[in-house]
């Protein structure tokens, strides 16, 4: 379907495993469709191989028409998991993509969209992806909202509310919701940024969402282990998404987007998709209230 076929497992130079900048400057209104991206980012869509990591488990992913949330839900339907989809209804052709990916696999995928911003929407979500896939195993929180602002004085009280409502309360509906119908062995992910521990200027209220998230994080942690429940974070870098063209970033920056990292380009979605996975699985068994970069060389604090 895609280029980047067959490369996540063969040895190579990862400074040129993937696009370098400079990228064709880009703009959409947000949410925005990957499928109008360029170049297409690579979502493991032909090299993401499963080995049946996650069989028979039952997932909800937020964010999962495109991206990070796109890729990890290829990445979960090949390890063998059922998954709910959650996107914005404006986003329905990447969702639908995506559905007939995991279909492809024989897996179940229930696409079920709406605004994370409402609590009410949030708790029947995971009330619906209970009933849908007879229980929930793994929540994966990976919806954000990103709108750069030069300045305090451009910041709207509407911006920051949307930015807080999305990336943090949302995270507490779901994971309110999700904890109380989890069995021990359940796990929940959630997507933080190195943005939480380096905040940009033009960043001011999606960075204080990300470190409120990594706080979140490690305090629900210490809270469900009792239960059996694992609960982490993933910390990405620049990684080249749709986020970024829909007023993500200032406009001037998109041709040169992931240049200032050690490894000189930007993350693909497809090289977080990998550490979802394992922090799903049984493997990260003694692993929880932890958080864990992608950043292509910018290490975590
Ligand atoms: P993306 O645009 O593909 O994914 C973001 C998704 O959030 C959208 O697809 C949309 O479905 C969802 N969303 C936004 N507002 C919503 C709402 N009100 N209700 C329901 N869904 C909503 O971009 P991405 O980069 O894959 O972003 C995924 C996550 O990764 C975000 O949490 C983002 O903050 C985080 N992240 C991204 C980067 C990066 O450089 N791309 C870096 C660090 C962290
Ligand atoms: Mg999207």
Partial sequence: MKRYAGNQYSMQNPLTQYPQPEFPAQH???????????????????SYVGFGRLKGRKALITGADSGI????AIAYAREGADIVL????????????VVALITAEGRRAIALPGDLKSEAFC????????????????LVNVAGKQIAQ???????????????????YALFWLCKAAVAHMPPGATIINTASIQSYDPSATLLDYA??????????????????DQGIRVNAVAPGPIWTVLQPTDGQPAEKIPTFGAHVPMKRPGQPAECAPLYVLLASQESSYITGEVFGVTGGNPLP
């Fill in 208 to 225: 204080s969402t990300k470190a409120a998230i990594v706080a979140f994080t490690k305090a629900l942690a210490s809270q469900v282990i």
């Fill in 28 to 46: 959409q209104p947000e949410p925005g469709l990957d499928s109008k991206m360029r170049p297409e980012p690579d979502h493991g869509e032909a």
């Fill in 123 to 138: 708790k029947s979500l995971v009330g619906n992806a209970v009933e849908a896939l007879g229980g929930l195993d793994i």
């Fill in 150 to 168: 030069q300045h305090i004085s451009e910041l709207s009280s509407e911006q920051f509310d949307h930015t807080f409502k999305t990336n943090v």
């Fill in 86 to 97: 959650n996107y914005l209804p404006e986003e329905e052709s990447d969702a639908q993509e």
């Fill in 69 to 72: 949330g796109r890729a990890t």
